[in-house]
């Protein structure tokens, strides 16, 4: 049930209805902003966040207010807003000719599934669109995102018997001389507890900065939304080893604790994109307003 769907039905079926006015018992206004704080601390929000507002929406329940629908939405529009403001992208500051985006998450995290959708999306903008393959360790993965990409006539980029950084490196200098608006480089899906392989992934990126002296590489993290609070771990973790731009949240239709994304503040990190489904055109920018409410009402992203 979406978050404002559980809330306001705590709320009604703790209510007495007196005539045109709801009443709520002393002992049931506690127990109203005990749950409430509960749902919020689910939905995996900070916890002096959830404090502020169940205390919010408890005071509001005191004044025995008719209009239940208005005034727990206008408590949680009002703060949770100006939160989720906070993460929007404030617009591209590389101003380099060949724009550059290596992707990075974990194993399983849709990278796979999202860049297509993003260069699908690109060219329709009408840029030159190359994507690299630096998943040199299963060629299986390789050859399912060139299949994705032949689709829908983007250029792939990748070599065999090759290390990560080298096809990196290598598509970059074919992206210069292709004049390409953007190049996308797909890397393996890693855990952050495995050292070498997240030396590996730093190593890809050092190695592409020498081909891109003068180009900003924007690195973007995939995080499978599902996963909530946890997801924030394992950004830190990439953030250590290289320095992340932005992040992309996979499989937003099985999210229930979206909370959670808050925790990227601290890191100073904008969610780019929401993605959800397989099809090519599930992908759009991401927005305060539609995410929030696609939390409080599941509506449709």
């Not at 949680?76 to 617009?91: M, N, Q, S, T, W």
Request: proline letters at 3%; charged letters at 25%.
């Amino acid at each position: 049930m979406p978050l404002f769907s559980k809330i306001k039905s705590l709320i009604l079926s703790e209510s007495n209805t007196l005539g045109s006015r709801s009443s709520v018992s002393p002992i049931s206004q506690e127990e109203i902003i005990q749950k409430v704080l509960d749902y919020f601390i689910e939905s995996d929000f900070p916890l002096k966040l959830s404090t502020s507002l169940s205390k919010m929406i408890g005071e509001k329940i005191k004044k025995n207010s008719t209009d239940i629908d208005g005034f727990i939405k206008d408590v949680i529009y009002r703060v949770l807003l100006p939160e989720f403001k906070e993460l929007e992208f404030k617009g591209d500051t590389n101003e380099s000719i060949l724009k550059i985006h290596m992707v990075v998450g974990v194993n399983g995290a849709g990278k796979t599934t999202f860049i297509p959708k993003l260069a699908n999306r690109l060219k329709a903008d009408g840029e030159k669109i190359i994507v690299a393959g630096c998943d040199t360790f299963r060629t299986s993965a390789v050859e399912q995102l060139e299949e994705w990409l032949s689709k829908i006539g983007i250029d792939f980029f990748s070599l065999a018997d090759s290390s990560p950084s080298t096809v990196s490196y290598k598509a970059i200098e074919y992206a210069k001389r292709e004049k390409a608006d953007r190049l996308i480089i797909d890397t393996a899906g890693r855990l952050p507890s495995n050292d070498a392989l997240m030396k590996e992934l730093g190593k890809i990126y050092t190695v592409s900065k020498k081909s891109a002296i003068d180009i900003d590489i924007d690195v973007w993290q995939v995080l499978d939304a599902t996963n909530g609070q946890s997801a924030i771990e394992q950004v830190k973790k990439f953030n250590s080893y290289l320095p992340l731009t932005g992040i992309i949240l996979t499989k937003v239709e099985g999210l229930s604790q979206g909370g959670f994304i808050l925790g990227l503040k601290e890191l100073n990190l904008p969610v780019l994109f929401l993605s959800h489904g397989e099809t090519i055109d599930t992908i759009k920018n991401f927005s305060a307003e539609s995410y929030l409410e696609f939390l409080l009402d599941s509506f449709e992203l």
